[in-house]
């Protein structure tokens, strides 16, 4: 099915079970431990072998030797994999860095062994015998140094965000130097670390020279075509699965080590072997989200009207890598004759910066929200008011591409009324409560939707259920409920009739769980396969196709009614299609839009914050499931607490890696540090998007927290902060004096 004109009115617009509050259908087997994750597939890899990686101690240089004799010769061990046996290997498309390192090393913790064994702990134990001695090199590891001669590089995340190395409108320089009102300020937001709950997990089995992988990933279609480059064997040969996934974020969206370690080690063995990344590796040997160094210069009229803005955002990788794109927001939230974006990129040798939750928006808007806050205050404007003040329809860089739609102002407005605004001082440390200095903090939510090709598989069995079948991933977001309300609202069945299989490189390619345009695509693609077999029922059953309507498991047209089940009497019926692409995501802006609102309290002793209050107002298009797309927005809201108040990888700028890389040291947010959340979702259906008419919102709840608790922690204490986390010391000696 294309999708090239507004959807008009369709069999979803009934609603009778899309965009209704529904419970996940993974739900009971999640919470009673029987859904199989990528480690636990014994049922199908019976009497699996254990492998255990061995990561690089150096950050750059080359493996002189590996003593191996002691560890092949530990009790239950049955094999060892280096770069020395494990033949020729090819990098993925979508790797920076190779993920067997070996002779050279391109960074800390990169994978140079496997070693496998009966048990477990026979594997963890032998690896503590090998032996290897490095030939270690200087590296590039500061990126304020390397920033300094950094080139402009443009940049795309794969997910919907992508800007030029550098893109003028106007004149910036002439429009900000005659503004009456300037601001030119510096923000820095460190490297951030997944810490998912479920760890890179790989199990692999050979059966002759076919290989079958159950792998922790985001993307089936991606991972497979990646797996099959690097061991130099057809795609077909593989069959690569992923049906529960714990937890994702960007982190999964590519090949990992421990894929292609658990293939390489099963070959190897001759048995299938599973392989879980110890934690401590994750924060270097994995991806994770680059550090920014962004300046923000902003000019307007004494009324608040922006005349020139620039956002620059430097940031780094490794060799071949690209920018973390910042400033991707800042080309689209307001509006502005003057702009100037730039990325610069910086190449250094710590392990590879990608994709994590909202790559782009998610540090570019900490910044850029605590900017327009530090402006606001300069005009003597209400933060919210100066906003709605700079509100734009159209593209500011394509004025004649208007947004398909954009609520921003009433996301700002609204929430501004339902959280209490009205009764923020306006003035920084004015109140307090105890010893609390209590404050009120906003920010603006943003994120690209994107469209992707998505295709899926529905078949009518003979007792009248409902199967689909696609290789879209559900990595915690509820994506089998979505598929599963959109099959039902299509066929008019209920959704204990539908049985949705996910994630399996033998089901119909879907457009993958990232960048938040996973639901709204994926739904889409089962909606294409349901209106080809609704056809098939019509003209099995005789109805015209045009004239009919599904509803209560019956097919009714004219003074028929039919059951549905009746069409597959004779043998199932199945239909197979996807959903592509026009040119209107290219006529029109599609986008999503938001407001966050928070109140902090701020220890006038310590300098401690806690939240106190939390409410996220959203405009993202048809909600699928507001029970799901809830959930999703305050894990997202939790997300973005993380980001404002504690995550921080601490680079060791000596001999390159992350020094906190595991969780006693990488701090997150937990139950007792996150207050009441409140989620607001306007009433919304974006006909340009798709015929679901939905956009994503899972980014969409994490864009702009940082910086509202950032806002909120300024308001509370009248000290700002611009470099992120806003840990206690970065205010505790200039917080007001205690009476």
């Not at 910042?326 to 080309?331: D, E, F, I, L």
């Not at 710590?350 to 530090?374: T, V, Y």
């Not at 220890?603 to 797309?629: E, Q």
């Amino acid at each position: 099915m294309k999708f090239t004109e507004p959807a008009g009115t369709n069999p979803i617009d009934r609603m009778t079970v899309v965009g209704r509050a529904q419970d996940r259908i993974d739900g009971p087997r999640k919470t009673t431990g029987t859904a199989p994750y990528a480690y636990e597939r014994h049922a199908d890899a019976p009497d699996a072998a254990y492998g255990w990686i061995i990561g690089a101690a150096i950050a750059k240089g080359r493996i002189r030797s590996i003593d191996l004799d002691d560890a092949r010769g530990a009790p239950g061990v049955l094999g060892i994999v280096t770069a020395g046996n494990a033949g020729p290997l090819a990098k993925g498309n979508f790797n920076t860095a190779k993920l067997l390192g070996g002779p050279e090393v391109d960074h800390y913790h990169q994978v140079i062994a496997i070693v496998v064994a009966k048990t477990f702990e026979q594997a963890r134990a032998a690896a503590g015998l090998v032996r290897v001695d490095y030939d270690r090199a200087s590296g590039s590891f500061d990126l304020d140094s390397a920033l300094k001669t950094a080139p402009l590089v443009g940049g795309d995340s794969n997910e919907g965000n992508k800007a030029p190395a550098a893109d003028r409108v106007g004149d910036f320089e002439k429009a900000f130097a005659a503004a009456p009102v300037t601001l030119d300020a510096a923000y820095t937001t460190p490297d951030h670390s997944h810490a998912m709950m479920e760890p890179f997990a790989s199990t692999a089995m050979w059966k002759g020279d076919e290989l079958h992988i159950w792998t922790s990933n985001q993307m089936i279609d991606w991972g497979r075509g990646d797996l099959a480059k690097t061991l130099g064997i057809a795609k077909d040969k593989i069959r690569f699965m992923s049906p529960y996934v714990g937890g994702g974020f960007g982190g999964k969206l590519f090949l990992r080590a421990d894929a292609i370690m658990a293939a390489l080690a099963a070959r190897d063995v001759g048995r299938a072997v599973k392989v879980a990344m110890q934690r401590p590796l994750m924060a270097n040997n994995s991806t994770h989200r680059p550090a920014t160094r962004q300046r923000i210069r902003i000019g307007a009229a004494k009324d608040g009207t922006i005349q020139a803005i620039a956002h620059e955002s430097g940031s780094g990788d490794l060799p071949g890598g690209g920018p973390e794109t910042a400033v991707n927001q800042t080309q689209l939230l307001y509006a502005g004759p003057n702009r100037l974006t730039a990325m610069r990129l910086a190449v250094l040798n710590l392990p590879e910066g990608n994709s994590m939750r909202a790559p782009g928006e998610a540090p570019g808007m900490m910044a850029l929200e605590i900017a327009m806050d530090e402006m606001a205050e300069k005009l003597g404007m209400d933060p919210v008011a100066f906003r709605v003040k700079n509100d734009t329809q159209v593209d500011p860089q394509k004025p004649d591409r208007r947004f398909s739609q954009r609520q921003l102002v009433r996301c700002l407005e609204e929430g501004a009324q339902r959280f209490g605004w009205s009764r923020r001082h306006a003035k920084p440390g004015q109140v307090r409560d105890g010893r609390w200095l209590v404050g009120m903090g906003m920010a603006a939510a943003f994120r690209n939707h994107i469209n992707r090709r998505s295709g899926a598989r529905v078949t009518l069995q003979s007792d009248g259920r409902v199967l689909v079948e696609t290789d879209m991933t559900d990595i915690g977001t509820g994506s089998y409920t979505i598929i599963a309300q959109t099959a039902a609202e299509m066929m008019g069945v209920g959704l204990d009739r539908v049985e949705v299989r996910l994630g399996d490189s033998a089901y119909p390619v879907s457009a993958g769980s990232g960048g938040q345009f996973g639901a709204a695509n994926a739904t889409a693609g089962v909606y294409a396969a349901c209106v080809k077999l609704r056809e098939a029922v019509a003209q099995t059953l005789g109805f015209n196709s045009a004239d009919i309507a599904f509803a209560g498991g019956q097919v009714s047209g004219g003074n028929r009614s039919v059951p549905l089940r009746d069409a597959a009497k004779s043998a199932p019926l199945t239909a197979e299609d996807k959903i592509e692409f026009g040119d209107l995501g290219k006529t029109f802006q599609l986008s999503t839009f938001g407001s966050h609102f928070v109140e902090v309290g701020v220890d006038a002793y310590t300098g401690v914050v806690r939240l106190r209050r939390m409410l996220a107002v959203c405009a993202a298009g048809r909600i699928l499931n507001p029970k799901a797309a809830r959930s999703q927005v305050i894990g997202a809201m939790t997300m973005g607490v993380g980001s404002a108040l504690m995550e921080e990888l601490a680079v060791d700028t000596r001999f390159g890696f992350f020094v906190n890389h595991d969780l006693a040291g990488y701090e997150v947010p937990v139950h007792a540090d996150i207050p009441h959340q409140e989620v607001i979702f306007l009433e919304e259906a974006d006909d340009k998007a798709n015929p679901m008419k939905a956009k994503g919102v899972g980014e969409l709840g994490l864009c702009g927290v940082g910086a509202a608790v950032a806002n909120a922690v300024y308001n509370a204490t009248g000290v700002r902060v611009r470099d992120y986390p806003l840990t206690l010391e970065k205010h505790l000696d200039r917080l007001p004096e205690i009476a």
